[in-house]
T-cell receptor, first 114, second 117 residues
Framework: GDSVTQMEGPVTLSEEAFLTINCTYT??????LFWYVQYPGEGLQLLLK?????DKGSNKGFEATYRKETTSFHLEKGSVQVSDSAVYFC?????????????FGKGTKLSVKP | DVKVTQSSRYLVKRTGEKVFLECVQD?????MFWYRQDPGLGLRLIYF???????EKGDIPEGYSVSREKKERFSLILESASTNQTSMYLC????????????????FGAGSRLTVL
């Protein structure tokens, strides 16, 4: 079945460092891909998404590009802030999936130190 | 501001108790979901519903049931709580997707942290 694999954390960075969180997927067809973020004590919220190959999703300085050839959707940010400390989840939805269910990776916890 | 509201943020129950977790959304979404979140395991789907009175099992339905009597409300029921059901429970909702629709977005509630003693 479909699955998502993302790098294990925790990841600890200093403020203004460059961030990459790797995400690869296994799916039949052409899934839509998502990054969700969960701040401490809160539910998940959508960070960015991409629906087809070579699409780039971006939001709040974060970017991810849908790479079909490598089945990847890595999350990047050029300069992280303390406020970016959170758990990040990569997810996919199978193309044509009528129920809208997402398959999530296990999450990567990011801690940014001042 | 659109919302998914989970009625209880923190609950403590005893083994064998019946537990109700309530979720209400105000976005007129057709789909509603219950996930369980555990460290190192990510989010796992328990049940989902794509219409009133309709439900489908997710990946880990054992020990749980659900109820959807109204479009805006989706309840998760633990008939007899056990310690291995201690977890964070997340409710989410979305519009129904068509075969050729674009990516849809799940809107999540803040979560209900359940401890079973």
């Amino acid at each position: 079945g479909d699955s998502v694999t993302q790098m294990e954390g925790p990841v600890t960075l200093s403020e203004e460092a460059f961030l990459t969180i790797n995400c690869t997927y296994t799916a039949t067809g052409y899934p839509s891909l998502f990054w969700y973020v969960q701040y401490p004590g809160e539910g998940l919220q959508l960070l960015l998404k991409a629906t087809k190959a070579d699409d780039k999703g971006s939001n709040k300085g974060f970017e991810a590009t849908y790479r079909k050839e490598t089945t990847s959707f890595h999350l990047e940010k050029g300069s992280v802030q303390v406020s970016d400390s959170a758990v990040y989840f990569c997810a996919l939805r199978e193309y044509g999936g009528s129920q809208g269910n997402l398959i999530f990776g296990k999450g990567t916890k990011l801690s940014v130190k001042p | 501001d659109v919302k998914v509201t989970q009625s209880s943020r923190y609950l403590v129950k005893r083994t064998g108790e019946k537990v109700f977790l309530e979720c209400v959304q105000d976005m007129d979404h057709e789909n509603m979901f219950w996930y369980r979140q555990d460290p190192g395991l990510g989010l796992r789907l328990i049940y989902f519903s794509y219409d009133v009175k309709m439900k489908e099992k997710g990946d880990i339905p054992e020990g749980y049931s659900v109820s959807r009597e109204k479009k805006e409300r989706f309840s998760l029921i633990l008939e007899s709580a056990s310690t291995n059901q201690t977890s964070m429970y997340l409710c989410a909702s979305s519009y129904r997707t068509g075969v050729r629709s674009g990516a849809n977005v799940l809107t999540f509630g803040a979560g209900s942290r359940l401890t079973v003693l």
